[in-house]
């Protein structure tokens, strides 16, 4: 099966959300007014969403699948041991700025992937 424009640009748009939502929750765990502006529940309900979308997208695909799970439950598990214990020790900081990075650059390829793509509409 052929793959349209739009669908590429809604796979890699509905990545760039899930990224970019992995990242506010972790930007939550040092910055109390994101904690205080983005409700948590509504944060989670975006991530929860975009996640279930893009499991469904990348069935097609298990292993990209698999990564991309396994890489949610690490920034989730690390976000969510940062917020229940307060601060982070430098350990798990460090692990928290590597991730954040991660996502950072791969937020920027993709965007710029979906603005490519856009244009070839």
Do not use: W
């Not at 972790?26 to 205080?36: E, H, N, T, W």
């Not at 069935?59 to 917020?83: H, S």
């Amino acid at each position: 099966m052929a793959t349209t424009t739009k669908e590429q640009i809604d796979v890699t748009a509905a990545l760039v959300r899930l990224y970019v939502f992995l990242a506010q929750y972790l930007d939550r765990c040092f910055d109390d007014v994101a904690r205080k502006t983005y409700p948590d529940s509504e944060l989670q309900g975006h991530m929860t969403d975009t996640r279930r979308q893009l499991m469904e997208i990348l069935a097609v695909n298990p292993v990209v699948q698999k990564k991309l799970a396994q890489e949610c439950d690490r920034v989730l598990a690390l976000g969510a041991a940062c917020l229940k214990h307060g601060t982070a020790d430098a350990k798990t900081r460090n692990a928290i700025d590597s991730e954040r990075a991660v996502l950072k650059n791969k937020t920027m390829a993709l965007s710029d992937l979906v603005a490519v793509f856009r244009a070839m509409e």
